[in-house]
């Protein structure tokens, strides 16, 4: 089999890591949101591709849900002292990374490739692609404009009220090549943010028609658990957007993609909702606070496929 | 009086703290060679400059005479498990100092500009200038062909033969606008290296005429003592080139441009030889092991001038 699972950052790593553990590396490819990356400090931030390699390597920092264990930040410190912009964290070690990338896509390499590159000094066997080599760049749109998606998100913590969302470039972008999107036996959209993790995917050229065209089953995990989200702006951004903060309102985002949809136990009753979208449901552990529950989430979509 | 200071790293350095220990930030400006930056992992290093300011700051490590005291290493320990390049040691500190420069560089300021503004921040008020804002690149020619300075200087750890010097962009760089050269009371070349810290500064598109047209004395501080090189490559250059590793090479190095010399104590018999090339000789103590022995020499000089 070949499993294609969409992701963003730290919620969809989670699952990420469980089919990881479960699936050999020829049976899974990971396609990761980009629309978050960004220039800073003259690097090329990836901040969900990161997140994913870090997990997958299990040197992810398990409580800030982003950058390494065990980090230390000298540089930060030093930074701050010449003034520099210190509201992206960057820590000592995390700072290899960036580095090392800067060096590679200098010498020509596709973001692919880097990703590649480093995943597989981590020790990570399986593969994270990119879901372009080419810049889509995600902006928040709130009442005073548009915000690149790292000023909204980190620098400004969320707090600026989110009215829609932009996808620079993702109309122009191509699709990654290294997509096998005609072997998939199954798509998973892992339990990311819908708006800005991976609506950023979909939204790349040809993504969603090349997704449908697989003929295999679009399986979706909610990120949104009895009416909030296990971490991360996506319930503040569904009421801004005038959205309820349910399940269903998820499942209705993915409607005319999704065949089968994955809702927490404590989400039983919203099923009959999701069903009268035609979608297939099925209820599972979803909210997954130890690697156990990872890998068990993974096996129980995977027998929801079979 | 405005002193102008030629300097290179580690062993200029000493006695440009001597001058800033003993002349006021209005009285002294420091010109540095810029012939062994290069760009590295997308960043711009600027030994010397650097060097300098660390030394300024008293911040600088003082047994490596390179980058900071107390450094710690944990970017370059994640770097080496990417397979990057780790020849150059960056330490976790030292590694805001280039980020924030490369920032500085990429918003469109000179690297004068990025110097004065990172100096002042480590809390320098004394004026560091490069000594051309354009790029001047110093070769070793080996007799495989030439070396940028640093492959020769850090990743071969000086072994290969020199043979000659090469200053790649010298001819057509401009001189540092802010080189006060119409005010000048003096100039002091510091005791470093005359092929590959000097040399470069020398050879910057009218350097030469600018300093000699000022009618200033130039006193030149020999760093060869006792027939041996202080710090670095110094001596063993001048054996490879054929050169007598002694002080009165070094003077004639620099003759008709040095009207003062001075010499250590332990090189009082090199006197008359340098006097007979029309150079007014002193003999200081100019090892300087200790903060004391940096002022000393530096007051030593001044007195010299007067």
Not at 272 to 298: I, N, P, Y
Request: with cysteine.
């Amino acid at each position: 089999m070949t499993l294609l699972a969409l992701t963003g950052g730290v919620g969809g790593a989670k699952l990420a890591l469980g089919f990881a553990k479960v699936l050999p590396p020829e049976d899974v490819v990971f396609v990761v949101n980009t629309g978050d990356d960004f220039e800073h400090l003259g690097l090329h931030i990836s901040p969900d591709v990161d997140t994913l390699t870090y997990t997958l390597a299990e040197v992810a920092n398990p409580v800030a849900g982003w950058g390494r264990k065990d980090e230390t930040w000298r540089f930060m410190d030093a930074l701050e002292r010449f003034g520099g912009e210190t509201w992206f964290r960057l820590g000592d070690a995390d700072l290899a990374l960036h580095l090392h990338r800067r060096t590679l896509l200098d010498a020509g390499r596709s973001l692919t490739d880097a990703t590649n590159e480093i995943a597989s000094r981590l020790g990570v066997n399986h593969t994270i692609l990119p879901m372009s080599d080419h810049p889509v760049r995600t902006r928040v749109v709130t009442p005073d404009g548009p915000l690149a998606f790292q000023h909204y998100f980190v620098r400004d913590r969320c707090e600026p009220k989110a009215v829609g969302f932009e996808f620079a470039g993702a109309e122009t972008a191509s699709l990654n090549p290294a997509i096998p999107f005609e072997s998939l036996t199954a798509i998973v959209i892992c339990p990311s943010n819908p708006f800005v993790s991976v609506d950023p995917i979909l939204a790349v050229n040809g993504m969603r028609d090349a997704l449908l065209a697989t003929g295999a089953p679009i399986v979706a995990v909610s990120p949104i658990v009895g009416g909030r989200a296990i971490k991360g702006p996506t319930a503040k951004m569904m009421r801004e957007l005038g959205i309820p903060t349910t399940t269903e309102a998820v499942a209705k985002h993915y409607a005319g993609l999704v065949t089968h949809f994955v809702i927490d136990k404590v989400d039983e009753c919203a099923r009959a909702e999701v069903a009268a979208l035609g979608m297939e449901t099925a209820t599972l552990q979803t909210v997954m606070t130890t690697l156990d529950h990872r890998t068990q989430l993974a096996r129980s979509i995977l027998e929801l496929i079979r």
